[in-house]
């Protein structure tokens, strides 16, 4: 196991946390909170969610890596891919260029299929085009979905063999679905590029529905919940960024979601200071609130 989360990491503040924001303005505001990375979803995950389709969308593009360039911020990954029973890669190729051409490093993706040979086999098919255009494909597991826990996860990246193949972990997935941190230390270390970092109560909805919309939109602020990031994080490789998936819904109606990006990285920034000179062992604390 590593020494602990890394107390000074880099930070990306992910599309989720302000998806009410297009990429511009989602990148102004990044910059101006401090962060190091953005993350695009470039591909809706709802059907109800703001479409941000900029392989579609020349001109969203071209604005897009106008702001880039000119804050200086890089994309870190670029989300969603589904693996489902009929995926086609070929149906990708204009998201993938697309990724290139912003300079991401990382491609999300959901194993959305049963059947773990054949998510397997266009897994290492995502992988192998991702890597003619410099990017790893980094599979996510997400608790009600048809790749639910670190295990079907671990063995979809172990099947692939392939040299850019990644397991993302979120930890509010990594808790719901009730996972063993030692477990995770015993991963391949080159399997993890970067972590979705956030808080949540350490007791989980008890509906489904309750589950969906908790992650979609009541997360919480590191620190301020009771999930064991400590041990999370402290499982993972030193080094690695943190992306910032903490869509706080209610609190954005009351202060904007430009805020709520400076809310995320403060309280990030205050944990991972307080980490510092605490026990890896010790419990977070769950009582501090951050009121803007």
């Known amino acids: 196991m590593s020494h602990g989360p890394r107390m000074h990491p880099e930070y990306s503040l992910a599309h989720l946390t302000v ?24 591909n809706a995950v709802t059907a109800d969610e703001p479409q941000y389709a900029l392989h579609r969308d020349r001109a969203l593009l071209l604005e897009t890596k106008r702001q880039l360039a000119a804050t200086g911020l890089r994309v870190l990954d670029v989300e969603l891919i589904r693996l489902t029973p009929d995926f086609d890669i070929h149906e990708h190729d204009a998201l993938l260029d697309v990724s290139a051409e912003l300079g991401a490093r990382h491609l999300i993706a959901q ?7 054949r998510v397997i086999e266009h897994f290492a098919q995502l992988c192998d085009a991702a890597g003619t255009r410099n990017l790893t494909a980094d599979i996510e597991f997400v608790t009600w979905t048809e790749t639910a826990d670190l295990a079907r996860a671990a063995a979809i990246v172990r099947g692939a063999a392939r040299n850019n193949a990644g397991l993302l972990i979120d930890t509010l997935h990594f808790s719901r679905s009730h996972e063993d941190v030692a477990e995770l230390a015993r991963l391949p270390r080159s399997w993890f590029h970067y972590a ?3 808080d949540a109560p350490s007791e989980p909805p ?25 041990g999370i994080l402290g499982a993972l490789p030193a080094g690695i960024p943190y992306s910032l998936e903490i869509p706080t819904a209610a609190l954005a109606k009351r202060v904007g979601l430009e805020e709520c990006a400076r809310l995320a990285l403060e309280s990030a920034k205050d944990f991972f200071a307080a980490s510092s000179s605490r026990p890896l062992d010790s419990t977070p604390p769950s009582s501090r609130r951050l009121h803007p």
Request: aromatic residues 6%.
């Open 19 to 42: 998806l009410g924001l297009a990429p511009p303005g989602m990148i102004a505001a990044a910059a101006k909170a401090g962060y190091s990375y953005v993350g695009l979803r470039l």
């Open 111 to 117: 194993g959305a299929d049963s059947n773990l040979e």
């Open 196 to 198: 979705q970092v956030c």
């Open 206 to 230: 008890p509906t489904l529905d309750g589950l969906i919309f908790a992650a979609r939109n009541d997360r919480m602020f590191l620190g301020t919940g009771g999930l064991d990031l400590q």
